[in-house]
């Protein structure tokens, strides 16, 4: 029977496949470096890297970066990647000691990888990325040695099965726009999402950015481009069975995924070079990815942090908030 270690590691694979990976962006189409190895020639890298210094590795440092990206997204991918390259260096040290002090080896390897997921998420904040993997090392083997002493059964393989459920997605800020209308008070769910995507085609029109917005939406209507938003929660909207639901979209899908520090410094309302103080004392308040000598910031950790709700949103709801803010003529809806 395979171990747990041997599980992860199958597990991982799965999900990655042999496809090229990208650990700077996340996207291998959407990353400005053109040559991206495949998973296990990935995993082979991080795995020296971590052995000599993963303080000192630019490619632990963005790895551990896209984990906590993910993890804001409810999504568990690149956490199980960060486990699955940690997992073989916990092999040796959960043979010798189940040999050594005659306890379950599966036991000594459960209890290593719920400690190592543990300090994962007691690291979230206030430690640097370049020493999240260090530590995840340190208390696994720890905790190893401590099982080992105390022969108790005090964990069990179950207690893994945590890391492969899909956790909660951190939920939406409230709208923060103004308006003479409290959407907090609205029960009609047709009625605010028309609302929100009214005043969101306002603001942009207030603010004379919606020639940009208004060619995002003849894209989405010709075909030429689609939103991220699934055909399963198109089908579950309450105004699709009679609004073209091809023109649903997230907010944050008009944007690109990643923009530079300097930029996200700048939203921010923070200089470039605070920004990058704040990162190497682990004190950024969300993700920064790794991108050769820079950082890609993502777009939807960032409006996360500054309260900008990622609202579904009707192409036709905002065009008729923006007409209706610059004096024009309501769009009229099927």
């Known amino acids: 029977m395979p171990d747990v270690f041997k599980r992860i590691e199958w597990a991982t694979h799965r999900v990655f496949g042999d496809e090229p990976v990208c650990v700077h962006v996340g996207n291998v189409g959407e990353c400005d470096i053109k040559h991206h190895p495949t998973y296990p020639k990935f995993r082979e890298a991080a795995l020296v890297a971590g052995i000599k210094s993963a303080a000192t590795s630019r490619l632990w440092e963005s790895i ?3 984990g906590r990206l993910c993890d804001l997204d409810g999504d568990s991918t690149w956490r199980m990647g960060v486990l ?12 010798r000691i189940a040999r050594d002090f005659r306890v379950e080896l599966e036991e000594i390897q459960s209890a290593m990888v719920v400690t190592a997921l543990e300090v994962w998420n007691d690291t979230a904040k206030g430690v640097p990325p370049r020493h999240v993997r260090d530590r995840m090392v340190k208390a696994a083997n720890e905790v190893a040695y401590r099982r080992g002493r105390i022969g108790s059964s005090e964990y069990s393989t179950d207690d893994v099965n945590i890391f492969f459920r899909p956790e909660n ?20 769910p047709d009625v605010l999402e028309q609302i929100t995507g009214e005043r969101d085609g306002a603001l942009f029109q207030r603010l004379g950015h919606f020639d940009v917005l208004h060619q995002y939406h003849e894209e989405l209507r010709a075909g030429r ?9 198109k089908s579950g909207l309450s105004r699709a069975w009679f609004s073209n639901p091809n023109l649903y979209y997230y907010a944050s899908d008009r944007y690109p995924p990643f923009i530079g520090l300097r930029e996200a410094a700048e939203v921010m309302d923070i200089s470039e070079a605070a920004a990058h103080r704040m990162i190497r004392a682990g004190q950024f308040p969300f993700p920064a990815a790794r991108a050769g000598r820079g950082y890609r910031i993502s777009v939807k950790a960032l409006m996360h942090f500054m309260d900008i709700p990622d609202a579904i949103i009707h192409a036709d709801d905002v065009e008729n908030g923006a007409l209706h803010a610059g004096g024009g003529v309501q769009r009229s809806t099927p």
């Open 84 to 95: 699955d390259c940690i997992a073989p260096c916990f092999r040796p040290v959960s043979v």
């Open 169 to 188: 997605s951190v939920g939406e800020s409230g709208l923060r726009a103004s308006s003479i209308i409290d959407v907090n008070n609205i029960r009609d």
């Open 64 to 66: 551990i970066a896209m």
């Open 225 to 233: 481009r689609s939103g991220s938003i699934s055909q399963s929660v």
